[in-house]
């Protein structure tokens, strides 16, 4: 599904009555949110739980979580498809739905459906007419956003000629139609080739301001390490940590972590130094539960003996550690 960015939004208030400012604490807050769903059997599933959760202006979120956490729940009650069976939900301190009536919210849906038989740009014009786009600059935005994501020789196409990865950068042009304050993007990079991937990557970079929120939800945790401030990890419908990318973007003094060490020469002393050590590749060893000391030490030792390292790096990033931790807690209770 896709919804366009500010559909059914009343007069749009004048800029200085937006609730979005660099002086804003936060934006989105969820206070004791839970949601409850009743299944086929009757069985109660408790979708969200006890959520309490605040979002800042200015930052780009990342959401993670494994199938079934919660995610998709909690994007629907803030967009307002639900509504919570338990606390509350607002943004700028207002109710979703009042919220994007009033100023539109940026909403690139997991799936993207746009009828088959539009035209690329025909379906942009549609959709900045009703996100609100003035008139005397609608052609224009959609020129700028169809060169902008690599749209130009697609623009007259029918929507069902569009590969996959195609009708995501098509979903994602929709998305920031109207330049909003608030974004949400689900599964953002679904569907799109490397080269597309990384170039997302400068699309969001740009779209940073400081009156701006953008909330980006990806099983890509590799992505979300590269473009989030702050990554909010669910898992059976509770918070079970966020994860600070400017402050954990490194593993800690102490912390034991594998490692994976690539030799252009010298593996005759890897054994005496790295006992656990095992061969993962050409050249390439993997040493199980090293501490950054440790690593470093046996490292100096290595180099002193001639060998010579062409990399070094941790098997799991900070974020994909912390996720496994978070997860796995949640995973021993199951």
């Keep these: 599904m896709i919804v366009s960015a500010g559909a059914g939004r009343t007069t749009p208030a004048p800029e200085s009555s937006l609730p979005l400012s660099s002086r804003a604490s936060s934006v989105i807050a969820f206070d004791r949110v839970g949601k409850r769903y009743r299944s086929l059997t009757g069985r109660e599933v408790r979708a969200l739980d006890e959520l309490t959760l605040e979002l800042r202006v200015g930052e780009v979120v990342g959401l993670a ?75 224009a935005r959609v020129d700028e956003l169809i060169t902008q994501l690599g749209l ?35 599964e953002p990079t679904h569907g799109l080739d490397p ?27 590799d992505e979300l390490a590269r473009l989030a401030d702050r990554v909010v990890i669910l898992d059976r419908g509770r918070l079970q940590r966020i994860v600070d990318i400017r402050s954990d973007a490194a593993p800690r003094s102490g912390d034991a972590t594998p490692y994976r060490i690539a030799l252009a020469r010298g593996e005759e002393y890897l054994a005496s130094l790295f006992p656990t050590a095992h061969a993962v ?54």
Excluded: C
């Excluded at 003996?305 to 062409?310: D, I, K, M, T, Y």
């Excluded at 990033?317 to 796995?328: H, I, K, N, P, S």
């Design 195 to 221: 080269v597309w991937t990384q170039r997302f990557r400068d699309v969001v970079n740009a779209l940073r301001r400081d009156d701006r929120l953008i909330l980006i939800a990806s099983h890509n945790l």
């Design 65 to 139: 979580g494994p199938n079934g956490a919660g995610k998709s729940t909690l994007i629907a009650l803030l967009m307002g498809f639900l509504a919570p069976t338990e606390g509350t939900v607002r943004i700028g301190g207002l109710d979703p739905r009042r919220f994007i009536e009033r100023h539109g919210i940026g909403y690139l849906s997991e799936l993207v459906n746009i009828p088959p038989a539009w035209r690329v740009v025909e379906a942009l014009r549609r959709y900045a007419l009703l996100a609100g786009v003035p008139a005397a600059s609608r052609d």
């Design 152 to 186: 130009e020789e697609h623009r007259g196409k029918r929507v069902r000629q569009l590969s996959k990865g195609n009708l995501q950068r098509l979903g994602l042009a929709q998305a920031l139609l109207h330049d909003e304050h608030v974004l949400v993007l689900d």
């Design 281 to 334: 590749g050409h050249g390439e060893f993997q040493v199980d539960d090293a501490t950054l000391e440790s690593i470093n030490e046996r490292l100096a030792q290595l180099i002193a003996r001639g060998a010579l390292v062409s990399a070094v790096y941790p098997v799991h990033t900070a974020l994909e550690q912390q996720f496994r931790d978070a997860v796995g807690a949640t995973e021993d209770q199951r």
